[in-house]
């Protein structure tokens, strides 16, 4: 009997399904538009049409023989970048509250004394002080003012809040005071979603402390809302196992713990597709890669070294600092649907997209402006006729409509501004892989670009002549590769608290009762999730610097039990990190314990990457048909095959030009490149020599 485990990536413009049977092996994708107004709608769709298409006599509903159902979701993200997250209070130390909107005292761009900052998710009017104060210590100094706590908490339900943020100065190093505020926010204010600093970012650093727990309460009640109208949509089709979500740091949680933090869950789409291509590209040999996710909306690119993605404690998502563990990607506005405009006389590409609906002109709903979609229907690189599979009618003759309302006001032909407009988006596809790359040190060279999303395949080639990459690796399932990645990942959470310690042997016990404290919230997260003992793991990090630093590096915790010995072999380990990532390391002076970490993982059964036998060398019983192309330095477009991409097999050999079309994504082979199909049915495309 088929056992279906299910991973679903909602994006922007279209949502993702990948369907993995644990009986048989059988891996199947299907694909639906998202449905903007309400995503738990067109991800009910996707799940259901999936189902019936490969379990049509499932008795009890469509969704009964899922046994795993994992979930990628922009809602986080897109509520954060469009500013439509609820109305939110906060609720500071004395003193404290305008922190919020100073933050560092660091320009977003240092050499543009124009640079906006972005808006402040709490105004001034509900930014609320009480007094309090617990010293670095941990001693109290103030206790905490409960008449004016009570106060506080009645004049944000007066002014209509949704949401309260509570982050005390030093809560924690001793919570206490967070504690009692939350009590009596919950009798003052029982409905309204509660966050607090030492619940969601344990860790010092005031201001991102401060931004992370606002951002938490600012995204929580829309997280909540979302859930609440996905689960039932679920449950109608029958299923009844926990689903989960992703996480940034691409992990996934259960829906629970993802309504309470759902800022954990802000870069939860473009996470999996980074935990898919490194399995990918581990089977296929190539480890050392930079990613290229393009969408309808936004592009996300990483750099994997040696098969890992770098994971950062803290970043800056959209201008927001958030403490979270996450993956270290970067995302730029540009996308399938990213539309081309004149600022000033000159051409530019996105951020602002035409999204799934009304989506790009070709699809014949209404959008007059053109896109890098309608650009590539010009060009010949997209199907003229229609999208996934056939299910999408596409229409040509309104892509020229709106490509040439653009030529005529930049005095070119079609042709030509449809050139300038995926000129334009791969500049600015290179200029984000150059952030990743070349900004930390990485020749970009020396990688192969993975192209995947549903538009990546379209621009890889492009993409990697720019950055002058020889290799583009394409995964068999490219515009899923995010769903996929669902179902190649572990549940995963991480738990931290700052312990600002001396690096000596008498600091051991503080560190011993750290990790305990940290290991307990670990199991408490086992049973929740109801993990079995065989399956968990724990990895455990320390955050260190020399007195006097600003900026931690991460080192391993030494297997055993913690004492003086542990404490030495982590100030071994840190002079040697420190060696490798600045070409120095003093032995003799003082070393600092800052953040303690553990990441907690349960295991689960995952969908299997199979090697396929050799097809043999002719490809021509794979070829669909040919259609006018226009290559990137053409000035006339040619005729090029079109070959169907579940018709390739391993070991098949195409030379460029030509197109390879698949349900859920199209590949462009230009002039002077090859793309070979290997043992895992990855096409690998490589530029000639």
Not at 59 to 71: E, M, N
Not at 585 to 609: C, S, W
Not at 658 to 677: K, L, N
Not at 680 to 687: D, F, P, S, T
Request: aromatic share 6%; proline share 7%.
């Amino acid at each position: 009997m088929s056992r279906w485990r299910v991973g679903v990536d909602s994006g922007g413009t279209f949502t993702d399904i990948c369907l993995f049977d644990e009986a048989s092996g059988r891996v199947e994708t299907w694909k639906v538009p998202s449905t903007p107004d309400d995503p738990s709608r067109g991800i009910a769709q996707g799940v259901e049409e999936g189902m019936r298409r490969v379990a049509p006599e499932a008795a009890g509903g469509p969704a009964a023989p899922i046994v795993y159902f994992g979930h990628g979701t922009t809602v986080a993200t897109n509520a954060l970048i469009q500013h439509r997250g609820v109305r939110t209070g906060l609720v500071t130390t004395d003193g404290f509250r305008d922190l919020l909107e100073i933050g560092r005292q660091k320009r977003p761009d240092l050499y543009d004394i124009q640079a906006d900052k972005p808006p402040t998710l709490v105004p001034r009017d509900l930014r609320l002080e009480v007094p309090e104060r617990v010293r670095h210590t941990g001693e109290v100094d103030t206790p905490l003012d409960e008449a004016s706590m009570r106060a506080a908490a009645r004049a944000l339900k007066a002014a209509g809040v949704e949401a309260v943020a509570v982050s005390f100065l030093y809560g924690f190093v001793r919570p206490d005071h967070e504690k009692r505020a939350l009590e009596i926010l919950r009798e003052e204010m029982p409905d309204a979603f509660l966050s607090a600093g030492h619940e969601i970012a344990p860790e010092f650093r005031e201001y991102e402390r401060l931004s992370t727990v606002v951002l938490n309460a600012y995204l929580g009640p829309v997280m909540r809302r979302y859930i609440r109208r996905l689960s039932p949509r679920l449950e109608a089709l029958g299923m009844t196992v926990a689903p989960h979500l992703t996480q940034s740091n691409g992990g996934v949680i259960g829906f629970e713990t993802a309504a309470d933090r759902p800022v954990r869950t802000v870069l939860s789409g473009p996470a999996t597709g980074v935990v898919a291509a490194q399995a990918i590209g581990r089977a296929a040999g190539f480890p050392d890669l930079i990613t290229f996710d393009m969408g309808g909306t936004s592009t996300d690119v990483a750099l994997l070294q040696d098969g890992n993605c770098r994971l950062t404690a803290e970043a800056t998502v959209h201008g927001y600092p958030i403490k979270a563990p996450m993956l270290d990607i970067h995302t730029v506005g540009a996308g399938g649907g990213s539309i081309a405009f004149l600022d000033n006389g000159l051409l530019k590409v996105g951020p602002r997209s035409a999204g799934a609906d009304p989506g790009p002109a070709c699809y014949g709903r209404g959008t007059e402006e053109p896109t890098v979609t309608d650009a590539n229907v010009v060009l010949g690189n997209l199907n003229p006729e229609y999208l996934l599979a056939g299910r999408m009618t596409i229409r040509r003759e309104l892509a020229e409509r709106a490509v040439a309302g653009l030529a005529a006001r930049l005095g070119l032909d079609t042709a030509a501004t449809a050139q300038g407009i995926l000129a334009v988006v791969t500049a600015n596809m290179a200029r984000a892989i150059r952030v990743i790359s070349v900004q930390r040190g990485h020749d970009p060279r020396d990688y192969t670009l993975m192209a995947f999303g549903g538009a990546g395949p379209l621009h890889a080639a492009r993409l990697a002549a720019e950055l002058e990459i020889a290799r583009v690796l394409v995964p068999p399932t490219p515009g899923i590769l995010c769903a996929l990645g669902l179902l190649l990942t572990d549940l995963r959470a991480d738990f931290a608290v700052t312990r600002l310690l001396p690096a000596r042997a008498s600091s051991a016990s503080e560190l011993a009762m750290g990790f305990a404290a940290l290991d307990a919230q670990a199991g408490q997260w086992f049973e929740q999730e109801g993990i079995a003992a065989a399956d968990r793991r724990l990895a455990r990090t320390v955050d260190m610097r020399y007195l006097g630093q600003n900026y931690e590096l991460a080192v391993p915790l030494p297997e055993g039990d913690i004492g003086e010995d542990t404490v030495a072999a982590l100030t071994g380990a840190f002079v040697a990190a420190h060696r490798r990532r600045y070409g120095f390391g003093p032995e003799d002076e003082p070393m600092q314990i800052v953040t303690l970490r553990v990441e907690a993982t349960g295991a689960v059964r995952k969908a299997e990457l199979r090697s396929h036998a050799e097809g043999g060398p002719d490809t021509a019983t794979a070829i669909v048909g040919h259609r006018a192309v226009w290559p990137p330095d053409g000035r006339a477009a040619v005729d090029t095959p079109v070959y169907r991409r579940d018709g390739l097999r391993p070991g098949h050999r195409i030379a460029g030009p030509a197109i390879v079309e698949q349900m859920d994504s199209t590949t462009v082979v230009p002039p002077g490149w090859t793309a070979e199909v290997d043992a895992y049915l990855n096409l690998v495309l490589e530029a000639a020599t």
